[in-house]
């Protein structure tokens, strides 16, 4: 009786420790309802569970039935997705769009299919490329500014999770093989080093079964830092046809050969991400493409927009009696300029010119070879020639360096350009590798045409159109016309999804999905007089700010000019006070007339209404992205390890994955032993045009700065390195506070001072866009080219046993926002 007793004692404690536990869980899922069981049943669930065996287990194999649980396949006559994306191209560039710039592959997509013309997308590239993948905006995803600028604000911090899922996660977890190519720049630099996390990765979380490309935002195109899925490849030599390598061909020749692999031995559907980082800065294109446009910009920039607005009207884009908007006061005339100065100026949109067309061309052969294949039928195609508007970063004159701008250098002169171009080669130069070279900003306004204004700027259409083609027969009846239906770049996951009869998750890894903010655009393909299904869309980038609704476009006036990161300027920017702009798109398309004094109550309207979304959307605080600029704390580099210790085996890590050695205290010491050997490169960051390298020549210490090719600084004394075990120290120390700032740099040989040296601007953000920080070696482009035939030129075996370096006290600077004053 008393074990009886006892045992229904313990009974009714379970019970109500059990009910407990139900009441518990159930007051959980409603406070936190992604936190529940995935309904895996009914298929909305990713990844799906195994499919159950259907087979006869019996003793013997005679009474036994076999059956092959197989991974989940595609539906029925799902068709394959080939996404094609441009880097910075114009609005007007393409042949199509009213350019004289030859794009036969886009123009034929639009022939045999559709053209938009007001598909907008972000102001700035990744946060486009983030907000196509995954069907929500970009502060939705942490992509309110490119992840080499990502601030501590959920809406500016790169990361992403299963809440917002890739297309290509739902793609693969539903039977399609799929693969990246070029461009990626959606994962955090800091996270793209060699020992991961790879978790942000293309094939990570984003879902890609493969990737080929390079991680950052650019890459030089002759010598681009290349990975093929997690792991860095060398840069090959040639291209596929035995030419120098360049990116975009060595990318096609890649692409076709996945392409192969694709269709003979997997039998499902394909989605390919095929995004190259043309036409991108350094604007670069093989040689003999280099004077397929000569001469055809002589008559400079203004004629160039105008027999591009007639064109345009031609061609039925846009309304017969549009105008021309204004030409900015901030941007020169051309007249302004020398002779010299024109021909500079006409070089670079040549140089331009040709990497369009050479891009495009090999862009070509991949939709060629598809449809060789017999695939381009059953192939839905959408190329946008642009992530943004029309890059404005190469300054009113061009640029040899364009890091200068995004590191908040002043603009040279044109005197002091063309000073500047001769030391690094001369014009024939142009184009190359050997410079990081851009348009002037007068160009990227032109190309933004028949739209006001340029990259960055979410404001005005100049910043958020790009010319997009869709090509797909099955379900496309017209041929060659244009769809005038706003749009935005979130609704191409949900067309995706629609065409191929996939079914949007609505879980994914255990997380519950966001409802999508875009529609598909199927319901436009053979309806051209159809009313828009994305009636509203907030834009946002560093501060500028912009509004669609129903046939309404608020836009924040500039509170500065894009190509210019002036401190003044945004340390006064005043989000909650913005003048306001309004035009009314159903009679101005092209966002010609300010009428906003004629409905002063619709700006009201529309104003609170962006605030409404903005809120929605996670974009607050708005100018968010400025942080880096404003709020030094914010960079997550600063807030890294501080000491670090690494050997010959760490080497090709992405800039902002390394010790933060720019405008900053700090301490490098080097241990090696010597002999009469002993030589190489002791640390190296970024290349010649950026960067700096602590290396051993002739017997001799040696160590270069290059302040973004503005100046170059070289430790060139008669300093022996003795023989034995060896100490050699490096001090950086700022000689004052600030962004960019000068420093003093001090050498030591086992802890005995042998000399020292002055930087005169030191280098804040970014030294290059796309080199590397390496120990042992210089990968890539040297810094220093007195050893560039030496290849990478590595440390001599055995003899470089670690370098320590040991970052003073950044968060203690005060890092005011100040930039160097007149360059010399």
């Given amino acids: 009786m008393k074990v009886l007793k006892t045992a229904i004692f313990f009974l009714g404690i379970l019970f109500i420790v059990s009910c407990n536990q139900a009441d518990v869980s159930q007051k959980s899922e409603e406070s936190n309802p992604v936190v529940v069981d995935q309904k895996v049943a009914d298929g909305n669930a990713i990844p799906y569970p195994k499919e159950e065996w259907k087979g006869v287990q019996g003793k013997t194999l005679a009474d036994s039935k076999p059956d092959f649980v197989g991974q989940k396949k595609a539906p029925d006559g799902a068709p394959n997705v080939l996404i094609v994306m441009l880097d910075d191209a114009g609005y007007s560039s393409a042949t199509s769009f009213g350019g004289v710039m030859r794009t036969p592959t886009f123009d034929r997509l639009g022939d045999e299919g559709i053209r938009y013309t007001h598909m907008s997308v972000a102001a700035v590239c990744s946060p486009t490329r983030g907000s196509l993948l995954t069907g929500y905006n970009i502060h939705q995803i942490g992509t309110g500014i490119i992840s080499e600028f990502a601030t501590g604000y959920p809406g500016y911090n790169s990361q992403i999770d299963y809440s917002t899922p890739s297309i290509a996660k739902i793609l693969t977890d539903n039977g399609y093989a799929t693969a990246a190519f070029g461009k990626w720049h959606n994962t955090p630099m800091e996270e793209a080093s060699p020992a991961g996390p790879f978790e942000s990765w293309p094939t990570g979380m984003w879902g890609f079964e ?40 060595g990318m096609a020749d890649q692409a076709i050969k996945w392409l192969d692999n694709w269709k003979g031995l997997r039998d499902a559907p394909f989605f390919m991400y095929y995004t190259p980082g043309a036409v991108h800065g350094p604007i670069q294109v093989p040689k003999e493409w280099r004077d397929k446009y000569k001469g055809k910009f002589d008559e400079g920039w203004h004629a ?35 002779e010299a100065g024109k021909a500079y100026l006409s070089r670079q949109m040549e140089v331009n010119a040709a990497f369009l067309e050479h891009v495009d061309h090999h862009i070509g052969r991949v939709i060629e070879h598809i449809e060789e294949m017999g695939e381009l039928d059953n192939t839905l195609v959408i190329y946008l020639t642009a992530d943004n508007g029309c890059t404005a970063e190469g300054t009113p004159t061009g640029t040899f360096s364009e890091l200068l701008m995004q590191n908040g250098f002043p603009p040279l002169t044109m005197e002091q350009q063309l000073e500047k171009l001769e030391e690094f ?17 007068a160009w990227s306004y032109a190309s933004s045409t028949p739209f006001q204004w340029t990259k960055q700027m979410a404001s005005h259409f100049g910043g958020t159109m790009s010319a997009t083609a869709v090509r797909y027969p099955r379900a496309i009846k017209a041929k060659g016309e244009w769809r005038r239906q706003f749009q935005n770049v979130t609704d191409i996951v949900p067309t995706i999804l629609e065409v191929t009869g996939v079914p949007a998750p609505d879980y994914v890894n255990g997380q519950k999905r966001k409802p999508y903010p875009g529609k598909s ?3 436009a393909w053979n309806d051209p007089e159809a009313k828009t299904n994305h009636p509203t869309q ?60 004629q409905y002063p109550e619709k700006v009201k309207a529309l104003e609170k209404l962006f605030w409404e979304e903005a809120d929605k959307y996670d974009a607050y605080p708005i100018g968010g992205s400025l942080g880096r600029m404003l709020q030094p704390e914010s960079n997550p580099q600063r807030a890294a390890k501080r000491h670090w210790e690494l050997t010959t085996n760490v080497y090709r890590v992405p ?12 301490e490098v010491n080097a241990y090696i032993t010597a002999d009469d050997t002993t030589q190489g490169v002791i640390y190296a960051v970024g290349e010649h045009i950026g960067g700096q390298a602590l290396f051993i020549k002739d017997g001799k210490l040696r160590y270069s700065y290059s302040t973004l090719g503005l100046y170059w600084h070289d430790f060139d004394v008669d300093v022996k390195i003795p023989h034995g075990d060896v100490k050699i120290t490096l001090k950086h120390t700022m000689k004052e506070p600030r962004l960019n700032g000068p420093s003093t740099v001090e050498l030591f040989i086992n802890d005995e001072k042998v000399g020292e040296m002055d930087i005169t601007a030191t280098v804040y953000g970014a030294y290059t866009g796309h080199e590397t920080f390496d120990i042992g070696r210089d990968e890539g482009m040297p810094v220093n080219e007195e050893y560039a035939d030496l290849g990478k030129f590595k440390f001599t075996e055995g003899q470089l046993h670690k370098v320590v370096f040991d970052i003073r006290n950044p968060d203690e600077q005060e890092a005011s926002a100040a930039v160097p004053g007149d360059i010399d």
């Fill in 425 to 441: 080669g001369g014009i024939d130069e142009w184009g190359g590798p050997h410079m990081n070279n851009h348009y002037s900003v």
């Fill in 521 to 523: 655009l199927t319901y």
């Fill in 538 to 597: 907030y834009f946002e980038m560093t501060g500028f700010v912009g509004l669609y609704q129903e046939g309404w476009s608020l836009c924040g006036k500039p509170y500065r000019i894009p190509w210019s990161l002036d401190p003044s300027a945004m340390a006064n920017f005043d989000p909650l006070n913005v003048e306001w702009e309004l035009y009314h798109i159903d009679e101005d398309p092209i966002q010609q007339v300010n009428v906003a004094d």
């Fill in 655 to 666: 800039e902002l994955a390394g010790p933060e050695i720019k405008s900053t205290n700090y």
């Fill in 304 to 338: 160039y927009r105008a027999q591009q607005l007639e064109r345009q009207k031609k061609l039925g884009l846009v309304p017969e009696d549009a105008k021309m908007v204004d030409w900015p006061k901030s941007i020169p005339e051309w007249n302004s300029y020398s």
């Fill in 210 to 249: 493969y990737f080929w490309g390079f991680m950052g935002g650019e890459t030089n195109q002759f010598y681009p830092l290349l990975y093929e899925n997690t792991t860095a490849i060398e840069t090959p030599k040639t291209n596929a046809d035995g030419s120098k390598f360049h990116m975009s061909h």
